[in-house]
């Protein structure tokens, strides 16, 4: 008999539908998770109670999908997905199922959802409901597809893609069955919406596999979402520098900053231009001069075409621009770079995007190159110690201290401003009012 823990919110909630005579269990990802002793994210609900009758029995609800039957009930705080058990209609585009039918049927609703292991539903009441063997793929650790898999992603071609960022985040093998049909039928992704391709893409950069990317290049997945990346898993680097392909090497370097949405976009990206600039000398010695300024333009191209927030998309495309900077060992170049780069956190961020990236560089040349870097943290520490200013906002005199001070508002103002900060950045002493206001006025 299988044990799961539930919440106790989750498991009112599940009470609360029984007592009044629905069915509901716990299903998906809370099950699974649960299983192999994961901490689940949400707690999601399956039940008979239509959403109509759900919103009856709950004080507090949001109409989250209601045409997909799904309301979230909320108790204080937290929300949990409550949804009525239903079959997908068909799926006209490979997008969307057209429509949604309700059916009284637990095992219907099961059968509508991806993997084995996904489709597992568990109550207090009833124990674990497991039609399809998702335990026994569980326990072997692999992703299976309810049914036959070309029939699956026929229907949704985006659990290609959900099958290999599952596989990442577990640790599964994909079976030799799904893989093959997703070979077949990797070029049908191309009709699914760039934003649900993005979720599964960062979820699997996240996970503590995002290597893994190379099973969704080798199911030719990648060619159709990210033909940029499959160039560079093609391209040799034969140079001192490298041990490995720029691809494999990109691969690597993910694996070397922490699971965070940004670095490991950064990471993603930081080669990409590469291809661009490929150049070989006369020794047979391979060179990628101005590679980064490339790099940046095509992580721009690609996290626009995959719909990435703005926010996002500065951050990568500052750090990926910056990656092959190399402040000197002075404190003002390393306060210079941390301005010109964005400040303080981005400074850090690309601190640790270069620490990664020689991380996965040729072993020889590792140790030399770490011995710079640690070098380079070092003065960084210093420069936070002493709180140096790295932007404008912190200099001590602001615009209107210069319009106080007689100066006429307009743009030769954000020169002087300017001006006064370029000579701040290399001398923070002279970060006093007084002094700056002084050396204003012979401006
Ligand atoms: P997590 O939220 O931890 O990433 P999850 O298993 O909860 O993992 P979701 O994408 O939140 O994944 O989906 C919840 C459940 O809905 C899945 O476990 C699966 O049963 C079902 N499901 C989600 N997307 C699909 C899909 N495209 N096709 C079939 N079933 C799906
Ligand atoms: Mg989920």
Redesign the pocket.
Known sequence: MVFIEIPPKAGRILSVLCENGYEAYV????V??SLIGRT???W?ITTSASPEQVKRLFGRTIDTGIQHGTVTVMDGKDGFEVTTYRI?GVYEDGRHPKQVTFTASLSEDLM????TI??MAYSPKEGLVDLFGGMKDLENKRIRCVGDPGERFGE?A??ML?AVRFAA?LGFSVTEEVKASIRALAGTLSRVSAERIQMELV?LLVSPRPQWLRLAYECGLTAVFMPEFDRIMAQRQNNPHHAYTAGEHTLVAMQNVPADKALRLAMLFHDMGKPQVFETDERGIDHFHGHAAYSEAIARQVMKRLKFDNETLGMVCTLVGAHSRYPKLNAFDVRKTAYEIGGADLFERFLLVKRADVLAQHPDVIAQKMDYLGELEHIWRDVKLHGDPLSLKELAVSGNDLIADGREPGPAMGEILQALFLEVLEFPERNKKEYLLERSRGM
Not at 27 to 30: A, L
Not at 112 to 115: K, P
Request: neutral net charge.
């Open positions: 299903v998906g990802g809370c699974r998770d689940p994210q949400d999601d997908d509508r959802r991806d993997f996904n489709a949704d985006l659990r959900r985040q979820k």
